[in-house]
């Protein structure tokens, strides 16, 4: 049998042997009247013992800002084992390095980081040591990889060769009853907190959030998302749709792709399922675009999903 990944209650409490406060907290739990969470302590390495096991890599960045051409100051990577059916088996030595950028790091970014100029000046990310972990690694999973994964295909292109899945995308949570995908919601949610917005920790907090079952369906998270990851797609933009059509695209889903977009900026796009594409297509004619029309579509697989190289 797969050994499962090493959060119990006690890992999870700060010390990481605080039996009496873990006595008082159930003892508070089985009320019904408390709720109570638990601090996020990440695990020491440990080996997979599945004949099975495959080999995945949570990932995070810390960036100078959030447009386009910000850069990583700060790259942290978790790599871990998991079985076919969506149990975490393993974990990996953290990988974590600041990079010094060569713009300022806005002052935004410091209050909420923590990551000073001093913290990174004269530092680089070792590439080789990167390439190590990635050509170990059969999938990259972050938590908003339509963020994380054109940062890291700018700073190496060895990351546009690996499939990537997205903790927060590709697992339906509002199906799940959860208000928000925000990282440090959904671990409060499911029992736990930390310290967010370092790379390590959000990594180690990614991964704990995938050892859960799902609110709604029981399944395991991981096997949620693999499942999603797995499944292939097209994205679709409704180029030169009209301004007053803007409202319905929204309501189902589709998003502004701004001016510096690849490969048709200024359009609204949305991804759909595989299947799902001539229905996409009679919808945009009926109810967008009021004729017969075909606008551009791409297949997307994870081999390109949340990159910037689709088309």
């Known amino acids: 049998m797969t050994a499962p990944y090493r959060f119990t209650p006690q890992h999870m409490l700060t010390g990481g042997d605080n039996l009496p406060a873990e006595s008082a907290a159930a003892q508070m739990e089985a009320t019904g009247d408390y709720k109570v969470l638990r601090r996020l302590t990440p695990p020491q390495p440990y080996a997979c013992t599945s004949p099975n096991g495959q080999q995945a890599a949570f990932l995070d960045v810390e960036t100078t800002g959030l447009d386009d051409d910000d850069e990583i100051i700060e790259l942290a990577i978790v790599p871990f084992q998991y079985s076919l059916d969506g149990v975490i088996c393993g974990i990996g030595e953290v990988f974590d390095q600041f990079n010094e950028p060569t713009r300022p790091i806005r002052e935004e970014i410091t209050r909420l ?30 938590h908003n990889a339509g963020f994380d994964r054109p940062k890291c295909e700018a700073l190496m292109e060895e990351f546009e ?45 990614g991964i704990k959030l995938l050892t859960m079952p799902l609110a709604s369906t029981g399944q395991r998270a991981l096997s949620c998302l693999l499942t999603s990851a797995r499944k292939p797609g097209w994205r679709v933009f409704a180029v030169d749709a009209d ?27 949305n991804d759909i399922d595989d299947d799902a594409l001539e229905d996409e297509m009679t919808f945009l004619e009926t109810e967008v675009y009021k004729r017969p029309t075909r606008p551009p579509v791409y297949k997307i697989d994870a081999y390109n999903r949340y990159s910037r190289r689709i088309g």
């Not at 990551?115 to 999973?141: F, H, Y």
């Not at 409060?188 to 967010?196: K, L, P, R, V």
Request: glycine letters at 6%.
């Open 113 to 142: 980081t923590g990551i000073t100029p001093e913290m990174v000046r004269g530092q680089a990310i070792d590439k080789n040591k990167v390439r190590s972990i990635l050509s170990g690694s059969d999938l990259i999973i972050a």
């Open 161 to 205: 060769a690996k499939p990537w899945a997205c903790s927060l995308n590709d697992i339906d949570w509002r199906t799940e009853g959860h208000e928000s995908a925000k990282l440090s919601y959904l671990a409060m949610e499911y029992g736990f907190f930390f310290s967010g917005h370092r790379a390590d920790i959000d990594c180690h907090a």
């Open 243 to 269: 301004y007053a059509s803007k409202d319905t695209l929204k309501k189902r889903g589709y998003r502004w792709a701004p001016a510096e977009a690849l490969p048709h900026p200024k359009c609204w796009w």
